[in-house]
């Protein structure tokens, strides 16, 4: 499934949400490593989970036919973006890869994620070994930085699922995150 986005300007945004904005710039401003910015950047973003306050009631509502991508933020210089993602029963991304470091945070509902990674198999050639199953509860973040990033999301509860995610990269230029998708390792059910 692909992620519909609501618009390609970011959108009003709250007063919670600036404030987000403000602590990861100043982490980003920072220009420490990407595995470093994520691991700080998921740090700021635990304060803020599940509070009502952070999203307009637009910036949650969900599409029946995929996911929902809500771009709040992308920094003018490119340097990064924070999006919230709705995601109806059921929905899930494809096995996919980023462009940048990533941070995601479940703000309400349950998300699970299977991890994969790319085994080398002879000269050139690699195969994707799912590696682990993680449920994400509210409250939960992760944060990483390519490579070692490829994963699969679904929203694993009955209800709606919304997750905070912050890009090292300008999502209203790209359109997304995702770097690569991946097809289904043989034999698996996506």
Same mark, same amino acid.
């Given at each position: 499934m692909t992620a519909t986005t609501t618009a390609r300007t970011a959108a009003r945004i709250t %007063?919670?949400?600036?404030? /987000?904005v403000a602590r990861t710039r100043a982490v980003v401003s920072?220009? =420490?490593?990407?595995?470093?910015?994520?691991e700080l950047v998921a740090e700021q973003l635990r304060g803020f989970?599940?509070? %009502?306050? =952070? /999203?307009?009631?637009d910036q949650q509502l969900g599409d029946p036919d995929c996911y929902r991508q809500h771009v709040l933020h992308a920094e003018a210089d490119g340097s990064f973006s924070v999006v919230a993602l709705v995601w109806l029963p059921g929905q &899930?991304?494809?096995? *996919?890869?980023?462009? +940048?470091?990533?941070?995601?945070?479940? *703000? &309400?509902? &349950?998300? +699970?994620?299977?991890?994969? &990674?790319?085994? %080398?198999?002879?000269?050139?050639?690699?195969?994707?070994?799912a590696t682990e199953d993680v449920v994400n509860p =509210?409250?939960?973040?992760?944060?990483?930085?390519? %490579?070692?990033?490829?994963?699969?999301?679904?929203?694993?509860? +009955?209800?709606t699922a919304i997750s905070i995610h912050l890009y090292g990269a300008d999502v209203l230029r790209l359109g997304s995150s995702v770097r690569r998708v991946y097809a289904c390792p043989e034999g698996e059910q996506a």
């Open positions: %007063p919670l949400a600036e404030a /987000l920072r220009g =420490l490593t990407p595995a470093v910015t994520a989970l599940g509070d %009502p306050e =952070l /999203l307009t009631p &899930q991304t494809a096995i *996919h890869d980023h462009v +940048s470091w990533c941070v995601a945070g479940v *703000h &309400q509902g &349950q998300e +699970s994620e299977r991890r994969y &990674q790319l085994v %080398p198999e002879g000269i050139g050639a690699a195969r994707l070994v =509210l409250g939960s973040v992760a944060g990483f930085a390519p %490579p070692g990033d490829i994963h699969l999301v679904r929203n694993s509860c +009955s209800g």
